[in-house]
């Protein structure tokens, strides 16, 4: 079922992006306006030649044939997934590592309620509506009102920094803050736009990899009369107040002017709350002003704050010789020792001034930065890991596509190549990645390629053309060759045909995805066990029912006031049977009571297949009865997944089902999401 899930998804998706394709190539008049990668919320059009083909493409699901897998690494897995959902505590991952730490509920609320506390304070849900207000009037002004969601209220948690010296005695958390403003995704264009025009035009050293660093390093003169002075910008993002955040805007616009309306945008951004269990929190200095680390635009506000830094820097270091990543600066300097001891002191109080705190090395002669060790003295430079953490990657009998293990030696040989400067260190420093990649079950040799060979695989020029892809999700246990038959059926529907030149292999291509992997697992584990209701000792349980005949009045058994559920309808006429499948996002008692209205008026007749089937019973004269079952559980469509499991599920079981006496209609499959209109700033006066 978790397959065919993905499966149906996946399908819907391209069946819509081929309507919308259509749909804009058979009306050409059509504008399409900047709607900034918002996806609209209308059902895409029913286009009449693509009918026969998505007819055969829901069939899909229908025909996948699944197989048994033996394998010792598989089984494991499993027994690990198992072992995480039913784990009664909560787990945490490492700060800056690949481990994981398991706490109990009651002990995870505590520690999170203290760190939250340290610096926060309540606020109320009116601020909270004031800011999706003012969202819904910018989406208004932009005309996204009905794409753009409103304030992202997920639940704040923490990593573990056991990285420090004081972990485990006093262990020491990350607050992370995942909640954030759709109105970001508009502000990170903004900020992308800027800051890429400003570094250039100043040519200022922001770097956004390795490779611009080793660049960097290589194109430094005099060498051996330099010296490293690094710097790290102790918790930049949380850092940065609103004064530094107008400062650098004001600076930005002497060489890129923002528009009044983009500033308001760029403003409205930063606007935050952190929630626990859905309740509203702000800095304790009582702003909203914020920038998280989980914010659409987080990192772009860094990198124009960044290259405002970089600016005051330059009467300290000339530019050339200073470069800055996110909060890690990097510098070569002459000088001796007491001078650049003064220059120390100098940036220490700059920082300061920027209301930052940074720590400083200097009077070095070779350094790691980001993941290369730079060397001064021998003009070298190598890979670089932290100590004792060794590389891990995919394993070979992992359920990744199998394209993607294919690549991954040959990325490995890449990047190893790329962060070493000749093939001697290649050679001394290749043995742990490939002891490595052996432990992964890969028996691929990784060889040294060269620079010349990695700039001709890159020279090569490719056209670039406007392609629609089809994801369908990968699994091992899966026999059916999915991407095959959907090619076929683009084939079949398309070669040699007036729609051939629109869809055809080299403008529809398949590329599989993966299914959910092991950190998916553990987040919907953590929600599941924080979101769960405690029912202390003597405390009433929570009402699964309030008819007024009691159990036997309830159309559900006594379980009418459960939600997020799937439920059917069977309806039984004499020998006559016909099912119903149907959602109730909130309680099925609002569902039920619905239908009822529908089954007594006959101007609510058309409002459901159902309520179409009763009336044609009544108007026959026949006597009916109806059965109400839940077939399955789902959660509604969230903000901060942007996903809704329960219309998926639907889709699902409906397209699923061996019932020739089924009511749903195939037109529901291509449906939108109902409950995501609640979460909508249209939905704001």
């Not at 999700?473 to 991407?483: E, H, L, R, W």
């Not at 309680?587 to 007749?605: A, G, L």
Request: hydrophobic share 35%.
């Amino acid at each position: 079922m978790q397959y065919h899930r993905a499966l149906v998804g996946k399908i819907e998706k391209v069946a819509t992006n081929m309507r919308w394709k259509l749909y804009h190539i058979q009306n050409p008049g059509v504008q399409s306006t900047n709607n900034f990668g918002f996806k609209t919320t209308i059902s895409a059009p029913v286009m009449k030649d693509l009918l026969a083909f998505e007819e055969e493409l829901f069939a899909i699901p229908k025909s996948i044939q699944f197989r048994q897998v033996n394998c010792e690494f598989q089984h494991a897995l499993k027994q690990t997934c198992k072992n995480i959902k039913e784990s009664k505590d909560i787990i945490i991952k490492g700060d800056k590592s690949k481990n994981l730490y398991s706490l109990p509920v009651a002990e995870y609320e505590k520690l999170i309620h203290n760190n939250i506390t340290k610096d926060y304070m309540k606020a109320d849900q009116i601020d909270v509506s004031q800011v999706n207000k003012e969202a819904a009037r910018i989406a208004q002004h932009l005309g996204v009102q009905d794409r753009v969601d409103k304030f992202i209220p997920a639940e704040a948690f923490v990593t573990v920094k056991d990285h420090k010296p004081s972990f485990p005695s006093k262990p020491e958390v990350r607050l992370l803050n995942p909640a954030k403003s759709n109105v970001g995704k508009i502000s990170k264009q903004i900020l992308e736009a800027a800051v890429l025009n400003i570094r250039s035009t100043k040519q200022i050293n922001q770097w956004v990899n390795s490779k611009e660093v080793i660049a960097w390093f290589n194109n430094l003169d005099n060498k051996q009369n330099l010296t490293f002075f690094k710097f790290d910008v102790v918790s930049f993002y949380p850092s940065i107040s609103e004064t530094l955040f107008n400062d650098a805007i004001q600076w930005a616009e002497s060489i890129y002017p923002f528009s009044h309306e983009e500033l308001t945008i760029l403003k409205h951004s930063r606007k935050s709350f952190l929630f626990k269990k859905q309740e509203p929190w702000v800095k304790k200095d009582n702003s909203n002003f914020d920038v998280t680390m989980g914010s659409f635009d987080g990192a772009e506000v860094c990198d124009l704050v960044g290259l405002y830094i970089l600016h005051k820097l330059e009467a300290l270091v000339f530019k050339k010789n200073i470069g800055l990543y996110r909060d890690d600066g990097l510098a070569a300097i002459p000088g001796s020792g007491p001078q650049v001891d003064r220059l120390r002191k100098q940036f220490t109080s700059l920082f300061k001034k920027l209301g930052l705190n940074i720590t400083v090395e200097c009077n070095l002669k070779q350094t790691d930065f980001l993941d290369v060790f730079l060397n001064l003295s021998t003009s070298e430079f190598k890979p670089y890991r932290k100590p004792n953490q060794l590389p891990v990657y995919i394993n070979l009998k992992s359920d990744h596509p199998s394209n993607i293990k294919r690549q991954l030696p040959k990325m490995i040989s890449e990047r190893i190549s790329t962060l070493s400067c000749s093939r001697q260190v290649y050679d001394s420093e290749i043995g742990t990645y490939q002891a490595a990649l052996k432990s992964a079950g890969y028996n691929e040799n990784l060889e040294f390629i060269s620079r010349r060979q990695q700039n001709s695989q890159q020279s090569k020029k490719k056209r670039r053309r406007k392609i629609l892809w089809f994801n369908p999700p990968f699994s091992g246990i899966v026999k059916t060759n999915v991407a095959q038959k959907f090619l076929g059926l683009i084939d079949k529907h398309f070669k040699d045909k007036p729609l051939g030149k629109y869809f055809n292999r080299n403008s529809v291509k398949v590329s599989y995805s993966c299914m959910p992997n092991i950190a998916s697992i553990i987040a919907s584990h953590n929600n599941k066990l924080i979101s769960e209701p405690h029912t202390e000792p003597g405390q009433k349980q929570k009402q699964e029912c309030n008819c007024r005949g009691g159990v036997a009045a309830c159309p559900l058994d006594g379980k009418c006031l459960q939600q997020s559920i799937i439920y059917k309808a069977t309806v039984k006429s004499g020998k006559q049977i016909a099912t119903y499948l149907g959602q109730a996002g909130n309680t099925f008692k609002e569902r039920y009571s619905n239908h009822m209205v529908t089954f007594r008026h006959e101007r609510h007749e058309h409002k459901t297949s159902l309520s179409k089937y009763i009336w044609e019973l009544k108007r026959a004269n026949k006597q009916y009865d109806v059965a109400w079952t839940v077939v399955a559980r789902a959660p509604t469509y969230g903000p901060a997944s942007g996903k809704c499991g329960l219309c998926n599920m639907e889709k699902t079981m409906i397209l699923m089902a061996n019932d020739p006496h089924l009511l749903n209609k195939r037109s529901e499959l291509m449906s939108k999401c109902r409950h995501r209109r609640k979460y909508l700033l249209s939905g704001i006066t």
